[in-house]
């Protein structure tokens, strides 16, 4: 059975950074991607950072463009998300997933971690 859990969350500055980190219990081999997902106040949640694992291609959302990192180390089984010059708008709940789908404005996972709090003021 394997799990996702995340850490690294905190309250933040705007301007200031924080690294996030996702485990995985057990080889996360053979996924098709791994994800970050930002569920903000009211809203659904939302992917900020994307890597799939054949070739290591990323996407990000434009919001975070530039300013955010997604890594993935194999051998550790870690999904980390560097993000720098955070602002009040990256607050939210920040979700780790595996082989994520979308369907219209929902996203769908076939794992999800716990999810870590970010606070930027």
């Known amino acids: 059975h394997v799990q996702l859990v995340e850490s690294g969350g905190g309250s933040v500055q705007a301007g200031d950074s924080l690294k996030l980190s996702c485990r995985a219990s057990?080889?996360?081999?053979?996924?098709?991607?791994m994800a970050w997902l930002r569920q903000s106040s009211g809203k659904e949640r939302d992917v900020v950072a994307l890597?799939?694992?054949?070739?290591?291609?990323?996407y990000y959302d434009d919001s975070v463009e530039g300013r955010f990192t997604i890594s993935e180390d194999n051998a550790k089984n870690n999904i980390d998300l560097q993000m720098n010059d955070l602002k009040p708008e990256d607050t939210g709940v920040y979700y780790c997933?595996?082989?994520?789908?979308?369907?219209?404005?929902?996203?769908?996972?076939?794992?999800w971690g716990q999810g870590t709090q970010v606070t930027v003021s």
């Open positions: 890597i799939y694992s054949a070739d290591g291609s990323i």
């Open positions: 057990t080889s996360i081999y053979g996924t098709y991607c």
């Open positions: 997933a595996a082989d994520v789908r979308r369907a219209g404005d929902i996203w769908s996972a076939t794992l």
